[in-house]
């Protein structure tokens, strides 16, 4: 299990660009609750960028986020903005997944390279 102290986001820098939108008590505490689910998945964060953009029916978020283990980006257009956060967030964390698969998977290859004896 992971250090909860690492699993914080105090230490990061969060920048929050809003064009043409409020964001009411509820689509920040979206934000609170997406951080912290980045911040369980992810090591160390150093900078969350979120861009909330309000279009002619729908909202926009695009997230990037730079952390230990690489950049991420997350791209969504949904009818209200915790809904779009709720997506952006499941994106970002889908990467780090297809991340981890890919490395495992590729150490995984090269162990059976080394038993099959093809290891040069």
């Not at 990061?12 to 964001?23: A, M, P, Q, Y």
């Amino acid at each position: 299990m992971k250090d909860p102290r690492q699993s914080d986001v105090r230490e990061s820098t969060v920048v929050l660009v809003r064009r043409d939108i409020e964001l009411n008590g509820e689509d920040r505490k979206e934000i609170e609750r997406s951080e912290a689910a980045l911040a369980h998945v992810f090591p160390k964060i150093h900078r969350i960028e979120w861009t909330v953009t309000r279009r002619p029916r729908a909202v926009e978020v695009h997230a990037q986020m730079h952390a230990r283990g690489g950049d991420f980006e997350g791209r969504a257009s949904e009818k209200d903005a915790r809904t779009a956060f709720q997506v952006v967030t499941r994106k970002l964390l889908a990467q780090k997944r297809n991340q981890k698969e890919a490395s495992l998977g590729s150490r995984r290859d090269a162990q059976a390279r080394q038993a099959e004896g093809d290891w040069y």
